[in-house]
């Protein structure tokens, strides 16, 4: 087999992104420190390096945060819809005018490759901006009755595997509805969000709109128990989403809840082998497996098992893995030594419970987080590598002989987010899709997004949708 080409490395330049040495919470239109003086230091994944010091948001702040969106509820609801899309067209231009920055920004503060940043976050988190700035004035006609109104202050908590795309997901329908919001990022990628708060300066959104609290588990605590915030949007854990759903129980809260997954991808006998080793490949390995739709478990119908297998194992013998600012790379870092640690348990789970572990050859930086891409062969349902999501790039590989079997095994989960279908036969694609429970199926591909299309799950993969028209419910009172 002929070797792999040899890329020369292409770096991207960090100097087109000017980070500064210290952050604070944005609040009511201002960067101000947090009350008790508390900071922390953010780091980039693949090298380790401090990047910034930042504020750490306590109660007394989340309190002042609130207030400040309770301020400005006012005036920005009864703005016309026709003024409020101007707002949001003007972010959305300037993240298109600063996505060269924003999408090296993320890279270091995230560690995945800066072709995924650059290729697939920007252009998307633009395109929400966008697309919600469409639906501003007409919320009349969004199938909600007329004159839907806003909530009022929308808590706001995102996770670190997309953190200006979820922002995105979540601040352009809340302010095209006309709420006003108090957002926390993810501890380990929190600066993104401290960028996207100077566009909204840039923009001229009126101050106290958006809020920015940068912080720990506690300050997402407090936002959620915040007696003066209408609206939760939760992205991360089920453990977690558990608690808020806890926490808000009898609260009269709207609560939007996107939690976690165990996607399912079905390779049907006649699907074209090529294509479908690309979709896998995707669906499990692009933010190097760190998404909650990832296809992280294969189903593959027996008679073309082993090609398939064979296919794919030379396939990740290709792929790249390092310096996630080079435009060659492939495979980018994980994003924290706390997440990194739980995928190694979870692959040495797999071994010691008898499945067969295949990881891909290549070479680990000595400095940062990494983990090579690897599958898992000999899965039974049984296995925790086939149960549990790791959130890394691991595949779990499964057999199937039917159709029927086929749908038996992807929906026996207690996720419910996302799965994939690979074949030729369209009508073989509705009957297999209509009878899986999964919020997002996508056919012959996978980890494909649109900001006109909704995203959500049932089961324990968390419930509301975001996205499309089906995105604007949860911030209207209907």
């Not at 944005?26 to 960067?31: A, L, N, Q, S």
């Not at 789970?349 to 000999?378: H, I, M, V």
């Not at 890394?392 to 590989?397: A, C, K, M, Y």
Request: glycine residues 10%; charged residues 20%.
């Amino acid at each position: 087999m002929a070797s792999a080409f040899e890329y020369a490395p292409a770096p991207e330049s960090r100097s087109v992104v000017d980070i500064a040495p210290s952050y604070g919470l944005f609040i009511d239109g201002e960067f101000t420190d947090a009350a008790d003086g508390q900071v922390f230091k953010t780091v980039s994944p693949s090298s380790e390096e401090v990047l910034s010091e930042v504020a750490r948001a306590g109660t007394a702040d989340v309190d002042r945060a609130v207030q400040a969106a309770r301020r400005a509820f006012e005036k920005w609801s009864a703005l016309p819809g026709s003024e409020r899309a101007k707002y949001l067209f003007r972010i959305a231009r300037i993240i298109q005018e600063r996505s060269r920055e924003l999408a090296v920004l993320e890279t270091l503060d995230n560690g995945k490759p800066i072709k995924e940043t650059r290729d697939a976050d920007l252009p998307l988190v633009a395109a929400h901006f966008f697309y919600y700035a469409g639906w501003a004035d007409k919320l009349d006609h969004a199938g909600y009755g007329a004159n839907p109104r806003p909530l009022g202050v929308a808590g706001q908590i995102i996770p670190w595997n997309f953190p200006l795309l979820m922002l995105a997901w979540k601040i352009a329908p809340a302010l095209a509805t006309g709420n006003t919001v108090v957002l926390k990022p993810a501890e380990t990628t929190p600066l993104s969000a401290l960028f996207f708060a100077d566009i909204c300066r840039q923009a001229g959104l009126p101050k106290g709109v958006v809020n920015i609290l940068t912080g720990y588990g506690d300050a997402g605590s407090a936002l959620v128990e915040h007696p003066d915030v209408n609206k939760i949007a939760f992205t991360g854990s089920t453990a977690v989403g558990k608690a808020i759903a806890r926490q808000i129980a009898g609260t009269g809260k709207k609560a939007t809840l996107e939690l976690g997954g165990k996607g399912a991808n079905i390779v049907f006998d006649d699907a074209p082998v090529d294509q479908a080793v690309e979709g896998i490949v995707t669906g499990i390995f692009f933010n190097q497996g760190q998404v909650c739709c990832a296809g992280s478990r294969l189903l593959v119908q027996e008679s073309i098992e082993d090609e398939l297998l064979d296919s794919l194992k030379r396939r990740l013998s290709t792929l790249r893995l390092g310096d996630p600012l080079d435009k060659n790379t492939d495979i980018g870092a994980i994003n924290s030594q706390e997440q990194l640690s739980r995928i190694t348990a979870l692959v040495e789970t797999g071994e010691a419970e008898g499945a067969d572990r295949w990881s891909a050859p290549c070479e680990l930086p000595s400095a940062g987080y990494w983990f090579a891409p690897t599958l898992f062969t000999g899965v039974t349902q049984a296995h925790t590598v086939a149960r549990d999501e790791i959130f890394g790039p691991v595949l779990s590989v499964l057999s199937f002989r039917t159709p029927d079997e086929a749908v038996a095994k992807a929906n026996n989960s207690q996720y419910g987010l996302s799965a994939g279908i690979w074949t030729e036969k369209g009508s073989r694609i509705l009957a297999v899709a209509n009878k899986l429970r999964a919020g997002v199926v996508w056919a012959n591909t996978f980890n494909k997004f649109d900001p006109t299309s909704p995203f959500g799950g049932y089961k324990e993969s968390g419930f509301g949708r975001e996205g499309g028209r089906h995105g604007l419910e949860g911030y209207l009172d209907v």
